[in-house]
């Protein structure tokens, strides 16, 4: 895979399509993949592998994973919320298994029916199921922290809990971290404050943002988490997505928008912004009834737009 | 007036209403100055006083200005194209004239038909009609830089051209800067970069920034600008305005998610959300078909909001 300097990571099919009530045909998902991977997108969390009677959105996701990872390049990633779903991702040989678990006692209770114990204590054991297998099949285990930035049910968090949490999955052999805003409630001073004191303690430990546009400071918690270092940021295309807890609020962070932000910003993300515009259009096919939201779709790029590489390459060439 | 830790200043009378094709009745935009003002908002651009007969919109620019200033408290600014508009001004007492120019050559001969020279000395006029004023009816008189941070004709816009500018207009005599990015096309680093700039050169001269949300960036780069100093921002309640060269394209950053991030930042402004939210129905009342934005009134405060100043006063009490 070529490097660039920030990683975008596509959560649309997973996290956006979760709360969608309309089923999207198998088909269309996999045109989407190919499409976001097409214009640049480095790697796709494709589904979830929870039960399909509880989220029926999800019962292609061993078709949708296999047709994913016939994509070059690609890094194919899904969401695994217990061992029974880590195991259906290691048979299908997926690249990255993201486990979640919430900060927010209340909200891992309702979410998982587990105490915040019981969840890092399911944590290892997928660990250890992982690390057994042989070392070409083994995937990257990511340990996701939601409600990180703030809690439907119990409001603001305090940093000190996310540090915990985050410090326990480290232990418990995570490859990386994701720190999620679930609910759109953070502000950069707070991801300042919480990235900060999550990187003094996980050291170099791989650490990847997930925020949501609820209340619009999306964008603003990325620049925020820049300059932390942070280099991997979840977004959904046209910013699926939305929240339970809040009717017709916006969703994850547009992943469109994100990707202008960091190209303009000269920061390389290896996406071209047009062809990422395109497959919009494959999603408002399949889906003409979900909101699709994005800046950038309505305005346009600016007015003689270079890329950070188009700019990088004129810059080197004078 | 009481010190707050920023300055949210609505723009969206002028900047919200200046292209927008049915004329808001007088009635309507008086109670939503006054509304805006009880919110906690000390600072309103009110109108603009250029002829009425380029811009109908403004016809009751008088009016509103005399009503305007009957608010207590209140700081009643209006923008001003000319001498001419000065004079409007000075005739009213109102206590900003916020004089504009573009630093991009092309929109500046588009927009006002003049060299960038032109308006540098069109300005330091200004400032003499201004200073001659006796003390207590004399206004404060600001300088803005439109096109500030790129230009729909020109794209981008050297960095050393809108220090040139600021420059020129410090030395005119501006009580007070607004850098602004008319379009909508600056991303955090332009705004590192400019601002810093322009910051090094004009010492304590106060500097205000004025962003548009056209892509999606506009929090982020408030955010930016936070951490260069600026502790003025230009804003329009539900992000009125829009941008003639893209159609459908949102406008000024929505003043209600504004005041909602400092906020939360623990950055206190005066105003008061709910109060502030509610405003929005003036508006809506009056301007049925105008297109409002905000993520704030869709998703809500989040579970149990504490303001800054709540915060601040829980913290000291503990």
């Known amino acids: 895979m070529k490097n660039f300097d920030v990683s975008v990571r596509e959560v649309g099919l997973r996290d956006g399509l979760q709360i969608h009530p309309t089923f999207m045909p ?13 214009a640049g997108v480095g790697e796709i969390e494709v589904t979830s592998f929870v039960p399909p009677k509880l989220l029926p959105q999800f019962l292609d996701a061993e078709e949708v994973s296999r047709r994913a990872l016939a994509v070059p390049g690609l890094t194919v990633a899904a969401l695994i919320p217990n061992s029974r779903g880590a195991e259906r991702g290691l048979a299908l040989g997926v690249h990255k298994l993201n486990f979640v678990m919430s900060v927010s006692r209340t909200h891992n209770l309702n979410n998982v029916r587990r105490e915040r114990e019981e969840s890092v204590a399911d944590f290892r054991k997928i660990v250890e199921l992982v690390k057994a297998q ?42 990386e971290l994701v720190v999620a805003d679930t609910v759109g409630y953070a502000d950069p001073a707070q991801v300042r404050a919480v990235f900060k004191a999550v990187m003094a303690e996980v050291g170099t430990l791989p650490l990847a943002a997930h925020f949501h546009d609820t209340r619009g400071t999306g964008l603003a918690n990325v620049d925020a ?94």
């Open 26 to 38: 198998t088909a269309s998902k996999i045109a989407w993949i190919e499409a976001a991977a097409a």
């Open 134 to 175: 042989p070392g070409a099949r083994r995937p990257r285990i990511v340990g996701g922290l939601s409600t990180a930035l703030g809690c439907s049910f119990e409001g603001r968090i305090a940093v000190a809990d996310v540090v915990k949490y985050a410090l326990l999955l480290a232990e418990a052999g995570a490859d």
């Open 225 to 318: 988490a820049l300059e932390c270092g942070v280099r991997a940021f979840d977004a959904s295309l046209a910013g699926l997505g939305g929240c339970p807890f809040a009717p017709g609020a916006t969703g994850n962070i547009v992943m469109d928008d994100l990707c202008f932000m960091l190209d303009s910003m000269g920061l390389t993300t290896g996406v071209d912004l047009h062809k990422l515009l395109a497959v919009r259009e494959i999603v408002r096919a399949a889906l003409p009834d979900i909101e699709m939201h994005g800046a950038l779709a309505r305005a346009g790029l600016p007015r003689n737009y270079q890329s950070a590489s188009e700019r990088a390459a004129a810059a080197a060439a004078a």
